[in-house]
């Protein structure tokens, strides 16, 4: 069992910077995949960035590559999101999930995803 905290959200203009953490309580964490999704009202929950277990490789959604990253410190349990020059399209909730047997080429899907947290509000005005 896993759960997940995120925090760091918060409301900041065009072009600003923003972390969001994602605490894990649970064993093992260094062993479970970490994702990011959004969900902007109207919209589906989206994929926006994700890292191996162990902090190996990183994927990222295109609308997002090369303005955010993604790291994680096994010792503290954490994942990182670093979202820069934010837009007003970055605008939605922000949750992260835990996965343990996340495939390479799955892992902008939801359902490999076994934990969620419960999400961090982000919104970026022009």
């Known amino acids: 069992q896993v759960q997940l905290v995120e925090s760091g959200g918060g409301f900041v203009q065009a072009g600003d910077s923003l972390i969001l953490s994602c605490a894990a309580s649970?064993?093992?964490?260094?062993?479970?995949?970490i994702g990011w999704f959004r969900h902007a009202p109207g919209k589906e929950r989206d994929f926006v960035a994700a890292i191996r277990s162990r902090g190996g490789r990183t994927y990222f959604a295109d609308s997002v590559k090369c303005r955010f990253t993604i790291s994680r410190d096994n010792a503290k349990n954490t994942v990182y999101l670093q979202m820069n020059s934010l837009k007003p399209e970055d605008t939605a909730v922000y949750y992260c999930?835990?996965?343990?047997?996340?495939?390479?080429?799955?892992?902008?899907?939801?359902?490999?995803?076994?934990?969620w947290g419960q999400g961090t509000q982000v919104t970026v005005s022009s």
């Open positions: 649970g064993r093992a964490f260094s062993t479970y995949s």
């Open positions: 999930a835990a996965g343990l047997f996340v495939s390479g080429s799955n892992y902008a899907r939801k359902n490999e995803y076994d934990y």
